[in-house]
């Protein structure tokens, strides 16, 4: 759902995309889809040389955990500037700071509560790895398929929420953000982006 989206954005704006998947589509001139399984570090590595930046937005369900790690470690690996799209778990309440959301069932119900806890490990293994020109994007509560407005709030290790409670983006609108990081970098590793 993200990717695409991202695909579709940095596209729109002009950027040349390789959009790599095991089964890639693509008919813009500016993308280029690029078969590759993202177990397999050498193709990966050989996909991605010569590339700017990369975008990791990759989820399995049911949650594989390691191949979640493993894909963003081999990433990182390649020193390249890296914009991982993550999950909300990873951050503060916004009315108990000292509670992560993948920790407090008003936003993780128990039964994605795996969902929450590969996207931490996925973190940990960022802040743990050498190459530092990361940055790990956390959406709000609810993400889902919707309109392109191109406007949203930024914030960053906390959980944002609109007056009414709600902590929501379209995927179209976390896409407008993550080409907006990636065309100018804000400076911390890790953010969250939300409706107004």
Same mark, same amino acid.
């Given at each position: 759902m993200v990717g695409s989206r991202v695909i579709t954005e940095a596209a729109g704006r002009g950027h040349r995309i390789r959009a790599l998947s095991r089964k890639p589509a693509g008919d813009h001139p500016h993308i280029t889809p690029v078969p590759v399984?993202?177990?397999?570090?050498?193709a $990966?590595? &050989?996909?991605?040389?010569?590339?700017d930046a990369v975008v990791v937005a990759v989820r399995t369900n049911p949650v594989d955990e390691p191949f979640l790690v493993g894909t963003t470690v081999a990433v990182l690996? $390649?020193?390249?500037?890296? $914009?991982?799209?993550?999950?909300?778990?990873? $951050?503060?309440?916004?009315?108990?700071?000292?509670?992560l959301v993948a920790d407090?069932?008003?936003?993780?119900?128990?039964?994605?509560?795996p969902? &929450?806890?590969?996207?931490? &490990?996925q973190l940990a293994a960022c802040r743990a790895h050498p190459h530092h020109a990361w940055t790990y994007l956390a959406p709000p509560a609810l993400l889902e398929p919707g309109t392109r407005t191109g406007t949203y709030r930024r914030g960053t290790d906390t959980l944002l929420t609109a007056s009414d409670g709600r902590s929501w983006i379209s995927a179209e609108d976390l896409a407008v953000a993550a080409v907006d990081e990636l065309e100018r970098p804000g400076g911390e590793q890790l953010?969250?982006?939300a409706h107004r």
């Open positions: 399984d993202a177990t397999d570090t050498d $990966l590595r &050989a996909a991605l040389t010569g590339v690996d $390649l020193g390249i500037r890296t $914009l991982v799209v993550g999950g909300a778990g990873v $951050l503060r309440s916004p009315a108990e700071p000292d509670l407090n069932p008003a936003y993780v119900p128990a039964e994605i509560r969902v &929450a806890a590969a996207g931490l &490990a953010i969250t982006v």
